[in-house]
């Protein structure tokens, strides 16, 4: 994990599971932090997250519950945020 994603990990990032580690990237993470945590992992961890419980701001709550319809079938931010405007 480099080494700008180790401060939301100030706790240890060993032994912690996928569903964690993306709550504490969606809690804690600056924005761009966020999108560029690895997506494959984004996408295996967010189906474990009861999303109406995330302890972060309702923008961002709201931004990842718009999201997460079209995480499954892409392959990127990019792509989600393509699929989220059309």
């Known amino acids: 994990m480099p080494v700008t994603r180790n401060k939301y ?4 990032s060993e032994n ?9 990237m969606i809690e804690y993470a600056s924005f761009p932090d966020m999108i560029n945590f690895p997506f494959k992992v984004f996408q ?10 995330l302890r972060t701001s309702e923008k961002r709550k709201r931004f990842i519950i718009m999201a997460k319809p079209h995480i499954v079938g892409s392959q990127s931010w990019e792509e989600i945020v393509e699929k989220m405007i059309a």
Do not use: A, H, M, Y
């Not at 912690?16 to 504490?24: A, D, E, G, H, I």
């Open 9 to 12: 990990f100030w706790d240890g």
């Open 44 to 53: 295996e961890g967010i189906e474990k997250i009861d999303l109406e419980k």
């Open 16 to 24: 912690v599971s996928t569903r964690f580690k993306v709550q504490r």
